[in-house]
């Protein structure tokens, strides 16, 4: 009894580790500790269930350590703020006033991609749509949109990501790669890995951003056979 | 705050009840179990055990393993019921060293089982 005691609290240990270590990436709308208890609460009562050669004790046992670790877990939480963070991560604002913050993203092991994906998912395509928008605790993104609404009105491709082109997206809108090394020497950008992100919508409307400077929107004539998707 | 407090000391108490109780019931079990059979290897060793001297050994542990169930996989307990039913054979047909070495399993099992119960580093992990 005391065995089983021990190697649930250790697994449950080990799985919140894990899955703060995880990121925000891993969990959908539910705390890190509360996704675990669920992933194994249904597991700890399914096994003696099932399996009749494993004592019922060995199941009630586990699922005792998982309900006295979460309601110490939860004392620690109210009486101690640091610990909250600790165990239930805090929110992350991945989208300042400068525009993406890409060392946030990194933090929480999430990349462009997942962030435009993200905003798509609160009704926002453009990056400048928001003023702010920060990932929660639980994975969840919360956006304030910006007044510059204008900048949803059409459906943005990635162009470069975290210094690197999206040769698909450049595909896509049947531009060279001469059309990124062209607004790189236009603005007077280092090089390609000193952009954080830049991506294009079929108006000639490019958000780029470059390591540590604020986002910038820039207008421009798309080349007549670039492909207005 | 109070009642999460109350509810860790209440589970706490039932979990660490029950440690105490299984440690001693599987303890005192497999010890009395373990002289009992000690009796028979002497006899079998001596080859003057007889049929009625392994069903006792049996009947004890018919009566005893209805609680281990409990706490015990079932497998190890169904194994002991093997090992002892052989044993029975061999005594009957008076083959004494086959049945000697039966029951020097059950010994073995006998002594491991509860030791699988102590807190150790090994049974943890």
Redesign the interface.
């Given at each position: 009894m005391v065995i089983i005691f021990f190697r649930a609290i250790i697994l449950l240990i080990t799985l919140i580790l894990v899955m703060r270590l995880m990121g925000k990436r891993q969990i959908g709308e539910m705390q890190p500790f509360e996704f675990i208890i669920t992933l194994l609460i249904a597991e700890l009562a399914c096994v003696p269930m099932s399996d009749v050669s494993i004592p019922l004790i060995y199941g009630l046992v586990s699922v005792l350590a998982v309900f006295i670790l979460h309601q110490l877990l939860t004392i620690f939480e109210q009486k101690f703020k640091p610990f909250r963070h600790l165990i239930s991560g805090k929110p992350s604002i991945v989208i300042n006033k400068d525009g993406v913050d890409l060392l946030e993203l990194k933090r929480n092991n999430l990349g462009i991609d997942d962030l435009i994906e993200s905003l798509r998912g609160t009704g926002n395509f453009s990056l400048d749509s928001v003023s702010y928008a920060i990932y929660e605790a639980n994975g969840k993104l919360s956006v304030l949109e910006s007044d510059n609404k204008s900048a949803s009105q059409e459906l943005p491709v990635l162009l470069v990501s975290e210094g690197k082109i999206d040769q698909k997206n450049i595909n896509l809108c049947h531009l060279g790669s001469d059309f990124i090394d062209k607004i790189i020497k236009d603005e007077g950008i280092k090089s390609l890995k000193n952009i954080e992100v830049m991506t294009l919508e079929p108006n000639g409307r490019i958000y780029y951003k470059e390591n540590g400077k604020k986002y910038k929107i820039l207008n421009i004539d798309l080349p007549k056979e670039s492909n207005p998707w | 705050?109070v009642r999460?407090?109350l509810?860790?000391i209440i589970?706490?108490l039932?979990?660490i009840s029950?440690?105490i109780y299984?440690?001693y019931f599987i303890h005192s079990t497999f010890d009395e179990m373990h002289i009992m059979l000690d009796e028979v290897h002497q006899k079998l060793e001596n080859e003057q055990a007889t049929v009625s001297d392994i069903i006792a050994v049996q009947d004890f542990w018919i009566t005893k393993k209805k609680h281990l169930?409990?706490?015990?996989?079932?497998?190890e307990i169904k194994e002991v019921d093997l090992w002892i039913s052989e044993c029975v054979t061999y005594t009957k047909y008076q083959k004494f060293d086959d049945a000697e070495a039966k029951i020097e399993v059950v010994r073995e099992l006998c002594e491991q089982i509860p030791k699988?119960?102590l807190?150790k580093i090994e049974?943890?992990f």
């Open positions: - | 705050m999460c407090l509810t860790i589970t706490s039932i979990i029950g440690a299984e440690n169930h409990a706490y015990i996989p079932h497998t699988s119960f807190i049974n943890i």
